[in-house]
């Protein structure tokens, strides 16, 4: 099993070992490294991109507990250079961290988070409804956001033993997650709620950052 890196540091650059290499009929090959500091596609984020030395990773999933990065060539084992793309990691872990806090604020009004999908144009939170929940216009939730983001919690990571891991912002109620976060609220600013809809009960929000 690949050792996940990315899970307990944010590093976007390693000196990493490649264990295969395999060619794919699509032309892509399929790497498995010892340890990895790509993100997968998952958890409703989509997957880091970036380079092993001078060759590109277009993709990275993950399959049967085992992660398998695309290139567009082939790459040596041994050590690499592995690099993620700076921009498209902090452009997904603000959506991703966005995420989370308009679930924290939903919350609040007594509607829980069941389903997240972070993707940058189709960011959305869908809440079901609590006993007592209060009605959230977009008009609320944008100005809530605003002031946690003001407020600039910070981001805590909790490794549990089991291998699960906990994340939360300040003083709100951790959720089990696998995905990447700004170290504090304030790299938010731009949050934009965009739209609410109520569908069956359930409540969707949709948003973006600038
Ligand atoms: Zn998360």
């Known amino acids: 099993m690949t050792e996940r890196i ?6 976007l650059v390693a000196d990493i070992e490649v264990i295969d290499c395999i060619p794919r009929e699509d032309e892509r090959y399929s790497i498995r490294l010892k340890s990895t500091i790509f993100h997968p596609q998952g958890g409703g984020q989509p997957s880091d991109i970036g380079w092993l030395n001078d060759v590109e990773v277009v993709h990275v999933s993950e399959e049967n507990g ?6 567009t060539k082939p790459v040596p084992l041994g050590n690499v250079f592995a690099r993620i793309d700076g921009d498209r990691r902090q ?3 603000r959506l991703h961290s966005a995420g989370h806090l308009i679930g924290h604020v939903g919350e609040l009004a007594m509607w829980r988070p069941i389903k997240a999908h972070h993707w940058p144009g189709e960011s959305k939170v869908v809440f079901k409804p609590e006993a007592g929940a209060k009605n959230m216009s977009v008009e609320d939730i944008q100005i809530s956001c605003e002031y946690y983001v003001m407020q600039d919690l910070s981001c805590n990571i909790t490794l549990r033993d089991d291998g699960f891991r906990e994340v939360s912002f300040g003083h709100f109620t951790p959720y089990p997650c696998g995905g990447t976060h700004v170290a504090s609220l304030g790299q ?15 409540l969707t929000v949709y948003y973006d950052i600038a």
């Open 91 to 93: 452009l997904h872990s």
């Open 6 to 11: 990315y899970l307990s540091s944010q590093t």
């Open 188 to 202: 938010l600013k731009g949050i934009n709620i965009q739209t609410v809809q109520i569908k069956k009960g359930n």
């Open 66 to 71: 085992e992660i398998i990065h695309l290139t």
